[in-house]
């Protein structure tokens, strides 16, 4: 019986034993505007990645994120439905952004943005949901 003991707790330490493992909240992105710019914020962006809720992320999603100050747009493609996001953004220093949502309902996206060679990352949370975002800039 003690050597029965013995491999039972030789095998829970050995895989992990207590540590339990659940979902993986979307990426956090911080720093603000960072160097290798074509220009400052404000612009078209196209979606590489979209994670709502917790990772992975949404495959096949695509869309655009468009800033025109103080108008913040983001109209994301996933799963053969188009969700758009509009409303008005503001900034804090560092690299704080809180976008007043008037659609797809009257909500906050309060979060952070990183915008480094010209790919933006966003990351918050809306209406109690983390939702994170990362386009490429379109350059005219």
């Not at 993986?24 to 160097?35: I, Q, R, S």
């Not at 503001?90 to 990183?114: E, H, K, M, N, W």
């Not at 809306?126 to 379109?138: D, E, F, I, P, Y």
Request: glycine share 12%.
């Amino acid at each position: 019986m003690k050597l029965w003991s013995c491999c039972v707790v030789l095998a829970a330490a050995a895989c992990g034993g207590d540590k339990v493992a659940g979902p993986v909240p979307c990426d956090t992105y911080t720093g603000g505007v960072l160097t290798g710019n074509s220009g400052q914020l404000p612009g078209t962006y196209t979606l590489r990645s979209v994670c709502s809720g917790v990772k992975p992320d949404q495959t096949g999603a695509s869309g655009s994120v468009t800033l025109t100050p103080p108008n913040f747009t983001a109209s994301i493609m996933s799963q053969g439905a188009t969700t758009t996001y509009n409303g008005t953004y503001t900034l804090t220093a560092p690299d704080g952004i809180t976008v007043d949502l008037t659609s797809p309902f009257l909500t906050q996206l309060v979060g952070t943005y990183r915008l480094r060679n010209d790919s933006l990352a966003v990351s918050g949370t809306v209406a109690g949901q983390r939702l994170s975002l990362v386009g490429t800039r379109v350059i005219p």
